[in-house]
């Protein structure tokens, strides 16, 4: 069962170019919603994040854009640059209790010179 | 060294062998996670501790899979009788106790290969 959906699976994107990777959720439960960024041989880094009484969140290039009524989220990094050039994960999770995040299955993006 | 360490970074093992993984949190770090993620997916939440205590396991944590935190510092992950099924890398995750919604800080994970 998957609780948050991601697409696309990969994305290529010429350098100064918008990257945009959406997900979707099922769980109305879910209260935070952050994104992650893998490099090759590390662990995930928490890039930004938005809880769902806000719209919109910016963080220097990286916006997300939520629609609760949807149940739609969205990363939007604006001047792609080559070093943006990760794999980007969406995650859920409640904020009473553990905080398990849920995973959407990741967007590989590559940012073209 | 302020991050979240995990060794060993890769183990190759037989089918039917037993494997221990190690984590590492952040000094002060109460809480520690542990998730699987297979090749192209995202990662799975496993286990969950708070300080020693294990409060949450997953279905995906069979019972050839076992979680301990002893003194509430380091934590360790052991599989038994290992599977080609269980080939993953190992994530550990840990963050403070206090605050809404801290981060959660990762290792660097370690790469399971069964052979």
């Known amino acids: 069962q998957q609780q948050v959906k991601q697409s696309p699976q990969s994305l290529i994107v010429q350098k100064g170019g918008i990257s945009i990777i959406n997900c979707a959720y099922e769980n109305t439960a879910f209260d935070y919603f952050p994104w992650y960024q893998q490099f090759p041989g590390k662990g995930p880094a928490l890039l930004i994040a938005?809880?769902?009484?806000?719209s919109e969140k910016k963080e220097g290039r990286f916006t997300i854009s939520f629609n609760k009524s949807a149940k739609q989220f969205s990363l939007h990094i604006m001047d792609s640059q080559p070093g943006d050039s990760a794999t980007y994960f969406c995650a859920a999770f409640i904020i009473q209790g553990a905080q398990k995040l849920v995973f959407g299955q990741g967007t590989r993006l590559t940012i073209n010179p | 060294d302020t991050g979240v360490s995990q060794n060993p970074r890769h183990k190759i093992t037989k089918r039917g062998q037993n494997v221990t993984f190690r984590c590492d949190p952040i000094?002060?770090?109460?809480?520690l996670y542990w998730y699987r993620q297979t090749l192209g997916q995202g990662p799975e939440f496993l286990t969950y501790f708070q300080n020693e205590a294990q409060l949450e396991k997953s279905r995906l944590l069979s019972d050839r899979f076992s979680a301990e935190r002893p003194k509430g510092s380091f934590s360790t992950l052991e599989i038994q009788r290992t599977e080609q099924g269980d080939s993953a890398m190992y994530l550990c995750a840990s963050r403070p106790l206090a605050g809404g919604q801290d981060e959660q800080f990762f290792g660097p994970g370690t790469r399971l290969t069964v052979l």
């Open positions: 938005i809880r769902p009484d806000v």
């Open positions: 000094s002060e770090h109460n809480r």
